[in-house]
């Protein structure tokens, strides 16, 4: 079981940053690859990015390349979102989620755990 907590979310205007985290309860968080996923109102949860359990390995929605950076420390037990660049359409309700398939899934159906979210909110 793996217990998951948002935080960081807030506003920010166009063009700024900033950084959200996850942090996991468990003692084999090493062993979940990790995503984020967001939310926007009246449309569906769509994937944002994605890191393996600890080779490293990424993999970015189209939308967000070359601006968000995931990252974990797993012996913080805490996996990051750095969104940079950011756009008044990045303004979603941001979710971490975890699975023991290590395989980059972008599907949330592929994840097993979910956090309870936090708010991004983009100004133009």
């Known amino acids: 079981q793996v217990q998951l907590v948002e935080s960081g979310g807030g506003l920010v205007q166009a063009g700024g940053s900033l950084r959200i985290s996850c942090a996991a309860s468990?003692?084999?968080?090493?062993?979940?690859?990790m995503g984020w996923f967001r939310q926007a109102p009246g449309k569906e949860r769509e994937f944002v990015a994605a890191i393996s359990w600890s080779d490293g390995r990424t993999r970015y929605a189209d939308s967000v390349k070359g601006r968000f950076t995931i990252s974990r420390d797993n012996a913080k037990n805490t996996v990051y979102l750095q969104m940079n660049s950011l756009k008044p359409e990045d303004t979603a309700v941001y979710y971490c989620?975890?699975?023991?398939?290590?395989?980059?899934?972008?599907?949330?159906?592929?994840?097993?755990?979910w956090g309870q979210g936090t708010q991004v909110t983009v100004s133009s």
């Open positions: 468990g003692r084999t968080f090493s062993r979940y690859a």
């Open positions: 989620a975890a699975t023991q398939r290590n395989l980059l899934i972008p599907s949330p159906s592929a994840y097993d755990y």
